[in-house]
């Protein structure tokens, strides 16, 4: 549960969860008007350009998609384990997450299609390493499941039962820093356009720093880890 979850993935859940708003409100804004993390709403909209015969959009929604797959497949890779424990390769992943971003940035000054498939495979890849841990999901990338369980914990509070406050304050925690994150992605975006995208690329590079400084303030051994 969320009690057990240590202070370095509190930390990082919530610049994680700023970083995808900041990627997700500038890929709506700067591209087609279409998110880069909502994949629900991207799927309807594949659904539509279908039906609708626009092949372009069609393409386009799909290569989404399918990139956000791939990111998410290659963090399995890095980081092999679904146990969230320090000493995995989330540094490594972290690095790679923010010259995804870094690379983005003139393809979506382009209006190229690379630029929000680049940024799709990046944010796929940072959800998969916040990973499940004693039953608590922890999720950055989108809040449909942190908003979901906050409900259904208000729903149980109401019924008299017991009201788990830490996972609670994990559920508020993201959804806020997501939140915030799209408000600083949308403020920027109307200054600095697509170098917006700086400031998520230097978020995820200095969470893969800090991530190493803190193993090694631990001196954490792990064969697994780098």
């Known amino acids: ?21 900041i ?14 993390t909502h994949l629900t709403g991207n799927t309807s909209l594949l659904g539509a350009a279908l039906v609708g015969g626009d092949a372009g959009m069609a393409i386009g929604l799909a290569a989404m998609l399918a990139a956000f797959v791939a990111g998410a497949m290659l963090s399995g890779l890095i980081v092999q384990e ?26 979506f000054r382009q209006q190229h299609l690379a630029g929000p498939i680049l940024a799709a495979m990046a ?14 999901l922890v999720r950055t990338s989108h809040v449909s499941g942190m908003f979901t369980d906050l409900g259904i914990m208000l729903g149980h509070a109401l019924r008299g039962l017991p009201l788990g406050r830490r996972r609670l304050a994990l559920c ?9 994150g799209g408000v600083a992605g949308a403020l ?20 893969g720093l800090g991530y190493f ?4 303030l631990t001196r954490v051994r792990d064969p697994g880890g780098i």
């Open 1 to 21: 549960m969320a009690e057990r979850l240590a202070t370095w993935v509190w930390v990082g859940a919530a610049a994680l969860a700023s970083v995808a708003g």
């Open 23 to 36: 990627v997700n409100v500038v890929g709506f804004l700067g591209f087609q008007q279409q998110a880069v």
């Open 82 to 107: 679904s146990t969230l424990r320090l000493g995995r390769r989330y540094g490594v992943a972290l690095t790679i997450e923010s010259l995804m971003l870094l690379a983005a940035i003139p393809l």
């Open 123 to 136: 944010c796929g890849l940072q959800n998969a390493m916040a990973t499940t841990y004693s039953g608590a």
């Open 172 to 180: 508020v925690l993201v959804i806020s820093f997501f939140f915030l």
């Open 188 to 207: 920027l975006f109307a200054r600095i356009g697509y170098a917006s995208l700086y400031l998520p690329a230097a978020l995820t590079g200095c969470t």
């Open 213 to 216: 400084a803190y193993r090694q």
